[in-house]
C-alpha cells in the first residue's frame, strides 16, 4: 500500500471515529436515561399502580377541561357567535365535563374507558367466533385453532367485561413489560455504541 493510500485510508477512519463518536455523545445519554426513566415508569406501574392510574387520569382530566375552555372561548374570541361555532361550544362543553368527571372520578372514568375498550374487543371477538365456525362447516385452514382461539377470546371478553379491575390490571401489567423492554432495548444499543466507540479509538 502506497503512502498515499495509507493516509486516505487514516484520514477515512479518523472521520468516521469522530462520526461515531458524535453519534456517542449525542445520544448515549439519551439512552441510559431512557432506560433508568422507563424501569422506574415500570416498578412503579407494578408496585402503585392504582396510584399511577389515578394521577394518569387527573392529567386527562385537566387537559379535557383546558381543551374545552379553549374551545369555548375561541367562539367569543374570534366572533363567531353561536349560530357558526355552536359545534365548538357543544365540543368545548363535552370536553370539560369528560374532563370533570376524570377529576372527581379517577377511578370511575378509567373504569369507564375499560368499559368501552372491553366492549369492542367483545364484538371483535364475537366476529372472529362467526368466522371460526364457517371455516369449521367448510374444513379450511387451521379451523379447530382458530374456533379454540376465537372461543378464548369471547371467555376473555366476557370475564373482563363483568370485572373490569382485571382488565385494568391486565392492561397496567402489559404497559410495564413494554416499558422494561424498552429500556432493555435502549441499553443494549447503548453497549453496541459504546463497543463501536472503543473499536474505532484503538490504535491501527
Known sequence: MSKTDS??????????????????RNTAPLFVLEA??????????????????NAISLVVG?????????????????????GVGA??????LVSM?????????????T????YIFVLMFLLNALRLLFFAINMTRIRFGHYLIDLIGAIAMVCLSV?????????LGVVVFCLAIYLLLY?????????KLLHLRRAVREPR
Open 7 to 24: 493516509e486516505t485510508r487514516e484520514a477515512k477512519i479518523k472521520k468516521f471515529g469522530g462520526l461515531v463518536n458524535r453519534i456517542y
Open 36 to 53: 433508568i426513566l422507563f424501569t422506574i415508569i415500570a416498578l412503579f406501574l407494578l408496585i402503585k399502580p392504582v396510584e399511577v392510574l
Open 62 to 82: 385537566g387537559g379535557l377541561v383546558l381543551f374545552g375552555l379553549y374551545r369555548v372561548s375561541m367562539v367569543f374570541v374570534s366572533n363567531l357567535g353561536f
Open 87 to 92: 359545534f365548538d361550544v357543544f365540543f368545548g
Open 97 to 109: 365535563i369528560l374532563g370533570i368527571v376524570f377529576l372527581v372520578y379517577p377511578h370511575g372514568a
Open 111 to 114: 373504569i369507564g374507558i375499560i
Open 159 to 167: 370475564v373482563l367485561l363483568f370485572l373490569p379491575n382485571l382488565a
Open 183 to 191: 429500556a432493555t432495548g435502549d441499553i443494549y444499543m447503548f453497549i
